[in-house]
Nanobody
Framework: VQLQASGGGLVQAGGSLRLSCAAS????????MGWFRQAPGKEREFVAA????????SYADSVKGRFTTSRDNAKNTVYLQMDNLKPEDTAVYYC????????????WGQGTQVTVSS
């Protein structure tokens, strides 16, 4: 699986962005997908996840109520809608995939930069 994240940019605090992650391969619909981010000088952290069927989602406490992840299996794409952005959301955002029976995310996209100005 190859993943390509896009949609990052510069936005003012309180603004919104939608990230997309396009996946190659015919088995996308069987993969659980995750979003992670890494700010300068910090470790990569979990942001959100969505199950292969989209029935289950989970979020980091820091983004709960502001971010929403969704997917369109017909388009091989997963999304991260980010609302009410804060300067502390500034980071490189990555999408990741894990297949059936995998306990860890093994496929990673290249990352897209999100910068939130105060």
């Amino acid at each position: 699986v190859q993943l390509q994240a896009s949609g990052g940019g510069l936005v003012q605090a309180g603004g919104s962005l939608r990230l997309s992650c396009a996946a190659s391969g015919r088995t996308f619909s069987s993969y659980d997908m995750g979003w992670f981010r890494q700010a300068p000088g910090k470790e990569r952290e979990f942001v959100a996840a969505i199950s292969w069927s989209a029935r289950n989602t989970s979020y980091a406490d820091s983004v709960k109520g502001r971010f929403t992840t969704s997917r369109d299996n017909a388009k091989n794409t997963v999304y991260l809608q980010m609302d009410n952005l804060k300067p502390e959301d500034t980071a490189v955002y990555y999408c990741a995939a894990k297949g059936p029976y995998m306990s860890k995310y093994v496929y990673w996209g290249q990352g897209t930069q999100v910068t939130v100005s105060s």
